[in-house]
């Protein structure tokens, strides 16, 4: 699941709306709407971001809290680390051949030494 995908989920539940329901209000197939709020669909577009956060009713700390988790939520990324420093490039790897056994106490040590960055 994605950060982004999560947080629908949360508010879309929060409101008591099936995802059914929401799906078809927006013009969107339930399939589609159950892999964004999965993580097994791509980023989604700025223009559907909102459209959900509208529907949703989200004020406007919620909705630019929606567009940010919408740029963090690209479940399939790439890193380029070249002409990086080799550690750089190790750093890269290693992250991708753990990140499904990290702990997840270290995922959120992780997490807050980048975003305090």
Known sequence: MT????????LRDAKGIALKQMAADLNLSS?????L???????????????????????????EELKR??????PRITIDTAGLAPDRTELANRLAETIRD???????????LIRAR
Do not use: K
């Open 102 to 112: 990290l702990p997840d106490d270290v995922v959120a040590e992780m997490l807050t």
């Open 3 to 10: 950060p982004f995908g999560a947080q629908v989920r949360r």
């Open 37 to 63: 709020e999965h993580g097994n669909r791509g980023r989604p577009a700025p223009g559907l971001v909102m459209q959900i956060a509208g529907y949703l009713d989200c004020i406007w700390d919620e909705a």
């Open 69 to 74: 988790l919408a740029e963090l939520s690209h």
């Open 31 to 35: 399939a589609y709407l159950s892999a």
